[in-house]
């Protein structure tokens, strides 16, 4: 075991898979000279060549669109968005093209891609480098998208993806790439209140796609987020005192609806957390999907905590995230319910 952040955990999943099969590649933007922006990729082309980490032009469609050539023809690459906002000029090639070629080809063709992008908010960027769009990866039928919240989950979850058959979205929370942060904003104005992420094995290891994470124990609400969402959830359940379930559901797609129903079950009480805005968000979809299949258990009425339906603000971001407060105040809600 070694202490990680996610960025080191990230790279190392990456060496690791590099050094596994020669089949494996890394392409995207400054993913190889300099190391990624955010520094992911750091000393893999200087130790596996640029044939294997390369430098790619800055044109998203034709990094992905190359990437499913090889993908078909029997190489695993790893594509580096260099921020979730940029994907948008490779829409068609992931939608019309990667995500339908096994379907289109009945199951002839397929494409091993995993696609990396950093997400949501932490460092001022704006509407243009901080958004959280994991609920548009999650309607397209044939894709598969990964959210980690912790260093451990984040290799673990990488290598399996690289390791899978089926197009993959790699989402990483870019707030909790150097450490963990609880979301409070007066110790994120003073430094972001910085401590250590975690500790990593240092070997090969994968973890299930599809299977959330019980973070916490509890019996009167269950609380389910994802992303860095887990974390400030924690900070705002220890903060009040309450005994609050909370599910970290780690995968997107496919979800693990069976962990989620059966805390339902148990504790009667929902409340769902998460950056993305809140219309059309993926928490809509876990509430509908809540409401089916556990209406005679549900004590109160399911709550979502969200971001604000606006333009992403650059410097009012911390007023844009849900912190502890707005949390705790779900919570309260739902428990005096009934």
Not at 203 to 221: E, M
Not at 264 to 281: D, F, M, P, W
Request: with cysteine.
């Amino acid at each position: 075991m070694a202490a990680m952040s996610m960025v080191q955990a990230l790279n190392n999943a990456m060496d690791l898979a590099l050094e596994k099969s020669p089949r494996t590649l890394i392409m995207g933007e400054d993913v190889g000279f300099f190391g990624g922006v955010f520094r992911c990729t750091e000393g893999l082309q200087q130790k596996y060549g640029a044939h294997r980490v390369i430098d790619t032009p800055i044109a998203e469609g034709g990094i992905v669109g190359v990437a499913i050539g090889m993908g078909v023809n029997g190489l695993r690459p790893i594509v580096e968005i260099q921020f979730a906002d940029y994907f948008y000029p490779a829409m068609d090639q992931i939608v019309s093209e990667l995500a339908r070629l096994r379907y289109r080809s009945g199951g002839e063709f397929w494409a091993p891609l995993t696609i990396r992008m950093p997400c949501g908010g932490g460092i001022y960027g704006g509407q243009t480098h901080s958004q959280s769009p994991e609920a548009l990866f999650a309607h397209v039928c044939g894709l598969k998208t990964v959210i980690p919240s912790t260093p451990y989950d984040a290799k673990g979850l990488l290598l399996a993806s690289i390791d899978d058959d089926n197009p993959l979205i790699f989402l990483e929370p870019k707030r909790i790439y150097n450490g963990v942060f609880d979301g409070d904003r007066d110790k994120a104005a003073t430094g972001w209140d910085q401590h250590p992420a975690g500790e990593v094995p240092e070997n090969y290891y994968t973890l299930p796609i599809g299977k959330a994470n019980i973070v916490r124990q509890g019996n009167d609400t269950t609380l389910i987020t994802y992303g860095t969402m887990v974390h400030v959830a924690a900070a705002a359940v220890e903060k009040a005192g309450l005994d609050v379930e909370i599910i970290d559901i780690r995968t997107i797609v496919p979800l693990d609806i069976d962990t989620l129903t059966g805390s339902v079950q148990k504790t009667g009480r929902c409340v769902i957390l998460h950056e993305a805005t809140r219309t059309s968000g993926f928490g809509a979809e876990i509430s509908a999907q809540i409401q089916e299949q556990c209406f005679w258990h549900l004590q109160a009425p399911i709550e979502r905590v969200t971001g604000w339906d606006t333009p992403y603000p650059h410097l009012f971001e911390w007023d844009y995230f849900p912190g502890q407060s707005r949390v705790i105040q779900a919570l309260q809600r739902v428990l005096e319910a009934g």
